[in-house]
């Protein structure tokens, strides 16, 4: 998608400040950081939100939630952490490409929104 953010920084035309990498998915640092830690996890191919990426390739959906706990664990997460998904405009999603967000490094506080 060639006005899409986060596939400018998979393609390496936008420069971030990668923090782990496979041959699937790029974790790099929010720009809005909501907690301490704030990291997101995107896949190297688009997919507009986790919704369509589980119902296109749901070993892919799996694995990314497997990279996202391996991230925490990098990271040293041990007291918790959350991983959200915005899906949709009214689920608060503004960058249309699937991307997890790994929060930690605080309290979390609950309703989430």
Excluded at 15 to 41: C, G, M, R, T, Y
Excluded at 53 to 66: F, I, P, Q
Aim: glycine share 8%.
């Amino acid at each position: 998608m060639s006005d899409c953010l986060f596939c400018k920084i998979v393609a390496g035309e936008l420069p971030v400040d990668i923090i782990s990498e496979n041959q699937e998915f790029i974790a790099f640092s929010d720009i809005d950081p909501k907690a301490p830690i704030h990291k997101l996890v995107i896949p190297k191919q688009h997919f507009e939100n986790l919704s369509e990426l589980a119902k296109a390739d749901s070993a892919l959906a799996g694995r990314m939630s497997e990279f996202l706990v391996q991230l925490a664990d990098e990271l040293s997460l041990t007291e918790g952490y959350r991983i959200v998904f915005n899906t949709g405009v009214f689920g608060g999603q503004t960058v249309f490409h699937v991307h997890g967000h790994l929060l930690g490094g605080r309290q979390m506080s609950w309703p989430a929104g």
